[in-house]
């Protein structure tokens, strides 16, 4: 009984994760999939777990340092005794333990502008990991509408197929009444060839489209993979700002150009680091030790043992240290270094302005696409429309035997390339309201 049970749990369960599989993927669960799984964003966070080290390393630099020593050391002959320094030819062992601290008192302000060099650094990385993000999201917007693209192309090459089928069995029956000639029922079965070949290829592309998508989220390929298919109402008379305006907005809102300003910035703190190099340097010092020699004896007149913890507390001495180091001739190693500082903020500051210059002329030839298929869209409904009126007459026509089947098929032909036509540009016209809004900061949704 128990076994039935748990085999029972084991199927529901089953059968729950295959629905779970089969359930169509929303755009939104594309998205995530990928954004978790991308390679490319997940290099940008550990580059800048880098960048957040080398912050706290620079950080810490301001503390003083401190570092503990200990030595032993067996002596056979003749030598000094640490404690007395006195020569001593008996063999025996000596301890030195010591403690020392340092401190970097001024170096020329370069800890200060390390750290915010470094900062900076930080800054721009985050920026580069919403780039590489942005990065996936339009991937994913074009693979998830070339989806969408092929299944609707799909859809009406079927949807011409069943017509020419139709055709084939009616023009059968012509022929079969000596209402039309063989040659028209020929021709038609040559059309319906034709229609099966264009069913196959749009299978093909269609299925192609939801590979690319697959390997974009990077999962696994699967044969059962489908998308939904959103609600995408027909949009009014879209109006849009001008491309400055967008451009002037995606100036303060896309992550590669915060980026590139904030590793021109931090190039400009370089600078400084390098500069300060000309500075003398003042460091502060502290050590303490004491040592232990088993030679050494206490008294003079009786000698006797000297334990080991009272000697050390007793041979305990300190120090402190300020010394300064002036820079006057370092084989032209911090000019050097200068000139590269300046070189790489001439190079940071030329990859900002291309960086705006990209985005420019991205927005501008968007927007001018955008233009010019809104005008193609709208241009091809019209289109469609009138030559569906066509291709329904001809129809009528083609039945009633008043058409011969090369003219039908010709207005066929047409009615199916202004399908495709209005296909093509509803989802060319789609994908660039999408983008310009994107330019704007606007979230990409379906």
């Not at 960086?355 to 927007?367: A, G, W």
Request: hydrophobic content about 40%; some cysteine.
């Amino acid at each position: 009984m128990k076994r039935t049970i748990w085999l029972f749990i084991i199927l529901f369960f089953a059968a729950g994760t295959t629905g779970a599989q089969n359930k169509p993927w929303t755009f939104q669960q594309c998205l995530d999939t990928a954004l978790q799984r991308n390679i490319s964003v997940n290099q940008s966070r550990m580059s800048n777990e880098l960048n957040k080290v080398s912050l706290e390393q620079s950080k810490a630099n301001r503390i003083p340092s401190l570092s503990a020593s200990a030595n032993e050391a067996l002596n056979v002959g003749k030598n000094v005794d640490p404690t007395t320094n006195t020569f001593v030819t008996e063999g025996y062992h000596s301890t030195n333990l010591g403690i020392s601290s340092s401190y970097n008192l001024f170096n020329g302000l370069q800890n200060a502008n390390t750290i915010r060099q470094n900062r900076l650094n930080v800054q721009a990385g985050e920026s580069d990991i919403e780039k590489a993000k942005n990065d996936v999201i339009l991937n994913i917007t074009t693979g998830y509408l070339q989806v969408l693209f092929t299944k609707e192309i799909l859809a009406a090459a079927k949807s011409q197929e069943e017509a020419t089928t139709s055709q084939v069995d009616r023009t059968e029956k012509m022929v079969n009444a000596g209402k039309s000639p063989e040659s028209d029922l020929l021709q038609i079965k040559s059309q319906l060839a034709t229609d099966n070949l264009a069913v196959i290829t749009a299978q093909n592309q269609f299925d192609l489209a939801k590979v690319t998508l697959m390997q974009l989220m990077d999962i696994p390929i699967a044969d059962n993979f489908e998308v939904a298919i959103p609600v995408m109402a027909e949009s009014a008379a879209l109006v849009f700002p001008s491309n400055a305006e967008i451009y002037q907005k995606s100036l303060t809102i896309l992550p590669q150009i915060n980026s590139a300003s904030l590793r021109t910035s931090a190039s400009e703190m370089a600078l400084k680091v390098s500069q300060g190099a000309h500075w003398p340097r003042i460091n502060l010092g502290a050590n303490m030790n004491t040592n232990y020699a088993s030679s050494r004896k206490k008294g003079n007149v009786n000698p006797e043992g000297y334990p080991f913890f009272e000697q050390v507390w007793d041979n305990i001495g300190q120090s402190f240290s300020m010394g300064i180091s002036i820079p006057i001739y370092s084989n032209r190693q911090i000019k050097s270094n200068i000139d590269r500082a300046k070189i790489n903020l001439i190079t940071t500051r030329l990859n900002e302005q291309n960086v705006k210059n990209v985005l420019r002329k991205s927005i501008e030839q968007t927007y001018t696409d955008m233009r010019a298929s809104v005008k193609k869209y709208e241009a091809t409904k019209q289109q469609v429309a009138a030559v569906e009126s066509v291709y329904k007459n001809a129809e009528k026509k083609y039945t009633v035997g008043v058409m011969s089947a090369t003219d039908f098929l010709i207005q066929k032909n047409n009615f199916t390339q202004s399908q495709s036509n209005l296909i093509q540009a509803k989802y060319d016209y789609i994908f660039k309201q999408k983008i310009l809004d994107f330019y704007q900061g606007k979230a990409i949704q379906f």
